[in-house]
């Protein structure tokens, strides 16, 4: 068995180069962050937030493994704090999350964190995590299959016919950045409709109101934005009611994420979504994108939407929660 030394990440400049480069092996699927680019959004992370983190270093002093506690601030849930057990596939799971988890705990007692509820995840498929949860308790509460669409297998013949219906009825899709010249209020007026739409995403907590200037911060600055895969749906009013958009976390283009797609109550029931999907989808295209990978509710129109346009199935995200009020 293999000896760790676990540790609270004391946030050195060495501590983040290492955490840049563990990131890099336990998540290729995300946009590789610099040392410079995690400090900084540390710094960014409200005071009056908890976000801790505890490190597994192996006998060549390497970090093996990655503990993570934190109040998810964009969400109104005080009471939860979210655990993210990291490990790198070279070292044991078996061994690894015990120590990790068993660190974290001490940590959330020394802060004396006042929280009734911890929340953690697993993919369905990695037996050995979730058996890890469900023995100290957790219990399932969403399940968010993952879908990826082939974009050569997508087949178009619906767009233009789409497009036309909305047209007709006085629906225009244009990009975020066409946004920008057209309206004066575009950020407050984006802000609103994303908000109007994030209360109705399925979560196991509820969401915090953004004011603008967090929006902006979490939104618009995030460097996988691309302005020219954002698209929103406006009404013949100039009212905003749709909104569907790709990020680009694939630093060689060959994949793009699905963001947030959704339409306002009102407005929904016409094919909007749909159709801003297909929009996101031709951009795919046009920019020499292979696939697009999201993930849904289980029980969301959206996921039946994506399986619809030829997204196909793949294994579930699952969030655990563990009530330690009792």
Same mark, same amino acid.
């Given at each position: ?138 219990? $399932? @509460? +969403?399940?968010?299959?993952?879908? %990826? *669409?082939?974009? =050569?297998? &997508? ?60 929006? $902006? @911060? +979490?939104?618009?600055?995030?460097? %996988? *934005?691309?302005? =020219?895969? &954002? ?61 697009? @990978? ?33």
């Amino acid at each position: 068995m293999t000896n760790y030394t676990v540790r609270r990440f004391g946030a050195s400049n060495q501590e983040y180069e290492d955490l840049s480069r563990f990131l890099r092996i336990v998540a290729p699927e995300k946009r590789p962050e610099s040392a410079e680019e995690l400090r900084q959004e540390d710094g960014s992370w409200p005071e009056e937030s908890l976000h801790e983190r505890v490190a597994a270093y192996s006998l060549d002093r390497k970090m093996a493994g990655l503990g993570t506690c934190y109040q998810a601030y964009w969400q109104d849930s005080p009471s939860t704090v979210h655990v993210r057990l990291d490990i790198d596939p070279d070292h044991e799971k078996t061994h690894l999350l015990p120590l990790l988890y068993q660190e974290i705990q001490g940590l959330l007692d020394v802060r004396n964190c006042d929280f009734s509820r911890l929340v953690s995840g697993a993919r369905e498929d990695d037996s050995v995590r979730v058996h890890f949860l469900q023995e100290r308790g957790f219990r $399932e @509460e +969403m399940r968010s299959p993952s879908s %990826a *669409l082939r974009i =050569e297998n &997508f087949d178009g013949s619906a767009c233009d016919g789409a497009y036309k219906r909305l047209s007709q009825e006085g629906i225009r899709l244009i990009t975020l950045a066409q946004l920008y010249e057209e309206e004066p209020e575009w950020k407050r007026k984006l802000r609103n409709l994303r908000w109007a739409i994030v209360q109705d995403v399925p979560s196991t907590e509820p969401f915090a109101e953004p004011s603008v200037e967090e929006f $902006e @911060e +979490m939104v618009l600055k995030d460097p %996988a *934005l691309e302005e =020219e895969a &954002f698209f929103v749906a406006l009404t013949a009013d100039g009212s905003l009611v749709g909104m569907s958009n790709l990020w680009r976390n694939d630093p060689a283009g060959k994949r793009l994420d699905t963001g947030l797609t959704g339409v306002i109550r009102a407005h929904r029931r016409r094919g909007i979504a749909a159709a801003l999907k297909m929009r996101t989808i031709q951009y795919a295209q046009s920019s020499g994108a292979e696939t697009i @990978e999201t993930s849904n509710e289980e029980g969301s129109p959206m996921l039946a939407l994506n399986l619809k346009l030829g997204f196909e199935p793949k294994p579930a995200w699952v969030e655990y929660v563990l009530d330690t009020s009792a």
